[in-house]
């Protein structure tokens, strides 16, 4: 189930804020709007702007990942210099090929793993609580501020473009 | 774990919520700003305002837990009605007390259940299905979009507020 909730599931967000971003930059176009304008946006001062929201939900996805699966090691470097929307949907498509070649298997050890970070003083969660209670709340969260960040500046996106396709069954 | 990611999670999830909003009122009160100009707020002219937010938050939360267990018939109703900050507040408590009431074996058969909407046009998702692609990320996406809300008026909340304690081992 780890392995839905983040290989597939985090996939799937990424390829949808991957259209949403496409959506943003149709409505730039349409507005003789530099893209540059929307990716340096940001809703309050003193918070990231898009092309940091779009770079973090990115390491979100691909070092929760790494460090569910053991392999923190190997995970894909990405030096947070991009500039232009096409590096940024550069850095999402190496994510989405980083994270599809994960199999279930890998998950075997996944919720009884310690993560931990410099920044939690020696302190660590099993892999199930990284997995529930930080990697998936901010997962959704760098995504929804992307969302909200278009949003807020005009871009024609709704819940569907969020949500993405789902598995329905007749 | 579908209790774990949904009845567990998401009342953490409200509870942050509710200390957001508490950070909001406390905003308004230093700013001398009536607080129904922040909960009248939305980030589009075509966007829910903050009371729709936190009602669609709640009703997520409930909704889900109920259709993942088999009890949409004995759902506590709320008709949308609540205008002020203790009203919304009233309503967070209410679902709490709702989610409060589940137990880890009431999700026995929450993976396989049949879940429908009327604009599914009779289709269906599995429990499964419908948690990971729907519950989950719709809960995350309406306390992101509440919390934007307040953040882009310019009240002082950050990252520790959305995801609130961890249970952090040592």
Redesign the interface.
């Known amino acids: 189930?780890l392995y839905?909730?983040t290989v597939?599931?985090f996939s799937?967000?990424l390829k949808n804020l991957s259209v949403i971003l496409e959506k943003g930059e149709y409505f730039a176009n349409l507005k003789k709007v530099d893209m540059a304008v929307l990716l340096n946006s940001r809703?309050?001062p003193d918070?990231f702007n898009l092309i940091r929201q779009i770079q973090i939900a990115c390491d979100t996805a691909k070092i929760g990942v790494a460090r569910l699966t053991g392999n923190l090691d190997t995970v894909p470097k990405h030096d947070d210099t991009e500039i232009t929307l096409p590096e940024l949907q550069a850095r999402i498509t190496s994510v989405l090929d980083y994270l599809a070649q994960f199999k279930e298997e890998d998950f075997a050890n996944a919720a009884a793993v310690h993560v931990s970070q410099p920044r939690?003083e020696?302190?660590?969660?099993?892999g199930?609580?990284f997995a529930?209670?930080?990697a998936?709340?901010?997962l959704?969260?760098h995504i929804?501020?992307a969302y909200?960040i278009l949003?807020?500046n005009?871009v024609d996106v709704g819940?569907k473009d969020?949500?993405g396709p789902?598995?329905?069954?007749?």
């Open positions: 189930m839905d909730l597939v599931q799937k967000m809703l309050a918070q939690w020696g302190k660590y969660l099993t199930y609580e529930i209670e930080h998936i709340p901010n959704y969260f929804t501020t909200a949003r807020h005009g819940k969020y949500l789902m598995s329905y069954k007749s």
